[in-house]
């Protein structure tokens, strides 16, 4: 996997200066304050506020499915 800190998807790859930032369109966090930067077209997300809006869907029903819970398991380090 690349260690490059934003993850360009959706749009053609362009070449991006090392030194260019880019925001969070969530929580306005530039890409040097994050892990990693998922970047679509026209908007851009980091690993925080993704971790947010997952939990958020998975948990919004209160039961995760079985599927679910595995993968928050996993995330969390309570594999089986």
């Given at each position: 996997?690349?260690?490059?800190?934003v993850v360009q998807l959706g749009a053609k790859k362009r070449e991006q200066d090392k030194e260019e930032l880019v925001y969070c369109s969530f929580c306005g966090r530039p890409n040097t304050q994050v892990i990693k930067m998922i970047q679509g077209p026209g908007v851009n997300i980091c690993s925080e506020c993704t971790m947010?809006?997952?939990q958020y869907l998975i948990l919004n029903d209160k039961m995760p499915s079985a599927e679910?819970?595995?993968i928050l398991d996993?995330?969390?380090?309570?594999?089986?």
């Open positions: 996997m690349s260690d490059d800190k947010i809006a997952v679910a819970q595995a996993a995330f969390w380090g309570k594999a089986k």
